[in-house]
């Protein structure tokens, strides 16, 4: 596609239940990020894909978070046991490799935003 | 290690003024610097990188920003606001070592534009 798409963009879940969300980066790029942005906060790094090189999962904030990447194209943010305090957007976000000089900036897509009653 | 402060949260001009975002990193190497904008319930749009090449660059919507080593500074700037300029905007480091590429965010800076 022309951009970054993530779906859903709205998700509303009870506590306790686990919840999927999708991002489809822009063919050919080969990193791919997902962040979370709380209500008036900045960014939260979560994990970062390069590649086939194993993931930059430091940024995960407990166990109930993971994510994948098939095929080095889509990935999929899964959190079991939704807490409230998950509520939030999460954004993906994905990039050409950098290389000195150039690349490296990211394109966004618009982000899934979780409520979690 | 690397940081980025934004030294406002909350920026407020009228239109037709002069915009100044503040922006300052700390880095061991040589980054590259982005200027990113979010609308309200959009995602980041890029506005402007420096790479190493000029240290004066232009971005999209009139939008400029000069990189500073002296000073480590990348100030985003703009002659004349205009009330879509509204926006939250975050000043981006990437760091590069050769082997990996890291990203740190400021924590934002919420610009209002008013008549």
């Known amino acids: 596609g022309a951009g970054v798409s993530q779906s859903p963009s709205n998700k509303v879940t009870e506590k306790g239940k686990d919840v999927e969300l999708r991002c489809d980066p822009i063919?050919?790029?080969?990193?791919l990020y997902w962040y979370r942005q709380s209500l008036g906060q900045g960014l939260e790094f979560l994990i970062y894909?390069?590649?086939?090189?194993?993931?930059?999962k430091s940024g995960l904030p407990s166990d109930r978070f993971s994510a994948e990447r098939t095929g080095g194209s889509v990935s999929t943010l899964t959190i079991q046991r939704t807490q409230q305090e998950d509520s939030a957007v999460y954004l993906c976000?994905?990039?050409?490799?950098?290389?000195?000089?150039?690349?490296?900036?990211?394109?966004f897509g618009e982000g899934s935003r979780l409520t979690v009653l | 290690a690397q940081s980025v402060t934004q030294l406002d949260s909350h920026v407020s001009v009228s239109e037709g003024t002069p915009v100044l975002l503040r922006c300052n990193y700390s880095?061991?190497?040589?980054?590259?610097l982005f200027w990113y904008v979010q609308h309200p319930n959009k995602g980041l749009q890029l506005l402007l990188k420096?790479?190493?090449?000029?240290?004066l660059v232009k971005g999209i919507n009139g939008f400029e920003a000069e990189f500073k080593k002296s000073e480590t500074s990348f100030h985003l700037t703009k002659p004349s606001a205009h009330m879509s300029d509204a926006a939250e905007y975050f000043c981006?480091?990437?760091?590069?070592?050769?082997?990996?590429?890291?990203?740190?965010f400021g924590t934002g800076t919420r610009l209002q534009v008013t008549l």
């Open positions: 976000a994905s990039s050409l490799r950098f290389q000195r000089g150039k690349g490296g900036e990211l394109f």
């Open positions: 063919s050919g790029h080969t990193a």
């Open positions: 894909f390069q590649g086939n090189s194993a993931p930059d």
């Open positions: 880095s061991s190497y040589s980054p590259s």
């Open positions: 420096y790479t190493s090449a000029a240290t």
């Open positions: 981006v480091v990437l760091l590069y070592t050769g082997t990996a590429s890291k990203l740190t």
